[in-house]
């Protein structure tokens, strides 16, 4: 009996978007990853897939869903915090502090 993963249903009264600052950035190391597909399965946004890229140990890396950008990221972190093998990771950029590199 072939097993099917149930995609995990958010609660509504959460708006993680609400908490959001500038747009994240989604980091992947495709050299580590090992295509379990979690960080595709529990990103609330449905903004990664599996790609057609093939890493060196034989397996497909995630990727942006094509149309998706980093501001469609909810910065949640779930991916970074589920991924087994530490391939995936979210780096939010600092706040613009107001001045410029002259002003240093
Ligand atoms: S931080 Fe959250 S919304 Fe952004 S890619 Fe990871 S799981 Fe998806
Ligand atoms: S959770 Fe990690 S190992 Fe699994 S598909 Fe995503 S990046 Fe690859």
Known sequence: MERRRKKPEWPAFIDIRKYKGKAPQVFIIKERCKECEWCIIHCPEEILE????????GYHPP???????FDDCAECHFCELICPEFAIYVKVPEEDK???EEDE
Do not use: C, P, Q
């Open 50 to 57: 599996k790609s057609d890229e093939i890493n060196e140990k």
């Open 63 to 69: 990727k942006l869903v094509d149309g998706k950008t």
């Open 98 to 100: 107001g001045g410029s």
